[in-house]
Nanobody
Framework: QVQLVESGGGLVQPGGSLRLSCAAS????????MGWYRQAPGKERELVAS???????IYADSVKGRFTISRDNAKSTVNLQMNSLSPEDTAVYYC?????????WGKGTLVTVSS
């Protein structure tokens, strides 16, 4: 059974930082591209950042220079370091993995940026 379990969400003040983690099980982690998506209230889900099996990264323009995605194949985890957070980053953040046409989602973790 495949599981993607996110952690690290919470309430943070504008300008603050959070680190999200996603622990994967039930897949050959190193073979999958991993990603973080987010969905804000009333908006569509959007890609935040992704990292390929080889370590290549892609970022949404809105988070470039502020967020960093990384993966640890030995621990089957993918992390998202989020700095300089703003209220516009408030959303549920979802972990995603994909290999060819096979993909899975986590249940999400809520990030709220507010003073």
């Amino acid at each position: 059974q495949v599981q993607l379990v996110e952690s690290g969400g919470g309430l943070v003040q504008p300008g603050g930082s959070l680190r999200l983690s996603c622990a994967a099980s039930g897949i050959i982690f190193s073979a999958y591209a991993m990603g973080w998506y987010r969905q804000a209230p009333g908006k569509e889900r959007e890609l935040v950042a992704s990292i390929s099996s080889g370590g290549s990264t892609i970022y949404a323009d809105s988070v470039k220079g502020r967020f960093t995605i990384s993966r640890d194949n030995a621990k089957s985890t993918v992390n998202l370091q989020m700095n300089s957070l703003s209220p516009e980053d408030t959303a549920v953040y979802y972990c995603h993995c994909i290999l060819y046409t096979t993909h899975y989602w986590g249940k999400g973790t809520l990030v709220t940026v507010s003073s």
